[in-house]
């Protein structure tokens, strides 16, 4: 398929992670307007023809999740009726993801009517990073391109040469990352299983695997309250860890996230710049971010020139900028 140029447009969600990304592919953002009307409605005008192109609409679904969501909606609609040639969402964090079955009776599953919403508005594919669930791939009926924050990570702690390593999964859902991570640094594999004692009872943390003497790296996708991580990493220390470093995919940082990482017995913490840091966060110095523009960016340029994406997953020596 024939698309007449490749055009990277950003709402306000995550500006400077869009801007990265121009920059990696050499080619400025197009000139488009997003901000409110007088009543808080979303303004939206693209100043550039489209019409034939190959758009890419950069914008996670971040805090403030329901005007990035709208912004985004609003984006592939204008797109749509502006006849852009293809319409791909670069949705690096995927919000409302965390609901993605009943697991009890009347709930919603958000995480698939986004997905509904995105297709709806018109998009043609989707391009994303570290999905909360693999399977939220299937709620789409577009191609999705699920990347992986693990190499670029997975450079940052190569390059720190941590001895005596072992990969922790702060749940038993993040077993398979936690794998990953092991096998690439040649680590061992250790797990915090929660369990709650009775209806009553608060929860108590058992960990699987020797943790003692050792230093550790815990690996989620996700930091929202810190709650998780700051629990883990006291049972961690409670069982004889040395230092305790944390690789995380996105910094929601919400509620006393901040707080409970400056308090937790953690050396530091390796964030990407899926969604910007807010304020507070930035002000903390035990987290450092590491930036996944250049990921994204090769990855665009390989949906447009119809390349394989799926070498990314794995492969940093692909795009030596990284
Ligand atoms: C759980 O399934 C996720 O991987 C995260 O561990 C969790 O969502 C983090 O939430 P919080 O930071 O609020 O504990």
């Known amino acids: 398929m024939y698309y ?4 990277i447009i950003t709402g306000n969600a995550n500006r400077r992670l869009a801007q990265g990304i121009s920059d990696y592919l050499q080619r400025p953002l197009a000139d488009a307007v997003v901000d409110r009307f007088p009543d808080g409605e979303i303004n939206l005008k693209v100043n550039v023809d489209v019409r034939g192109s190959d758009v890419f609409v950069v914008q996670p679904t971040c805090p403030p999740v329901n005007e990035n969501l709208m912004e985004l909606l609003i984006g592939i609609d204008t797109l749509r009726r502006a006849s852009a040639g293809r319409i791909t969402t670069v949705i690096p964090y995927y919000g409302y993801a965390r609901k993605d079955r009943k697991d009890e ?4 599953i958000t995480a698939k009517l986004v997905a509904n919403l995105i297709a ?21 009926d577009i191609p999705v391109d699920h990347l992986y924050a693990f190499p670029v990570q997975l450079r940052y702690y190569r390059q720190l040469h941590l001895q005596n390593l072992v990969v922790v999964s702060p749940d038993v859902g993040g077993i398979k990352l936690a794998r990953a991570y092991s096998k690439a640094l040649n680590a061992r594999l250790a797990v915090v299983d929660k ?20 230093n550790v790296l815990m690996v989620d996708d996700l930091i929202a309250t810190a709650g998780t991580l700051a629990e883990a990493a006291a049972t961690l220390k409670g ?8 690789a995380a995919t996105h910094p929601v940082l919400c509620g006393p996230a901040i707080e409970r990482i400056q308090r937790a017995p953690i050396t530091s913490v390796t964030v ?5 840091l807010n304020d507070k966060a930035m002000e903390c110095g035990k987290i450092r971010v590491i930036s996944v523009a250049n990921l994204l960016g090769e990855a665009i340029r390989r949906i447009h020139k119809d390349e394989s994406v799926s ?7 692909a795009f030596p900028t990284l």
């Not at 909360?132 to 791939?137: E, R, V």
């Not at 369990?195 to 050792?214: C, D, L, Q």
């Not at 069982?239 to 944390?246: E, L, N, P, T």
């Open 4 to 7: 007449n140029s490749l055009q």
């Open 105 to 108: 009776g009347r709930v919603p």
């Open 120 to 140: 709806s508005a018109g998009a043609d594919r989707v391009l994303t990073i570290d999905l909360h669930a693999q399977q939220i791939q299937g709620f789409f």
């Open 195 to 214: 369990r709650r004692v009775s209806p009553e009872a608060t929860e108590v943390a058992f960990v699987i695997g020797e943790v003692e003497g050792m």
């Open 239 to 246: 069982k004889g860890a040395q230092d305790i470093y944390v």
């Open 272 to 276: 990407t710049d899926t969604i910007p």
């Open 311 to 317: 070498s990314l997953f794995l492969e940093t020596r």
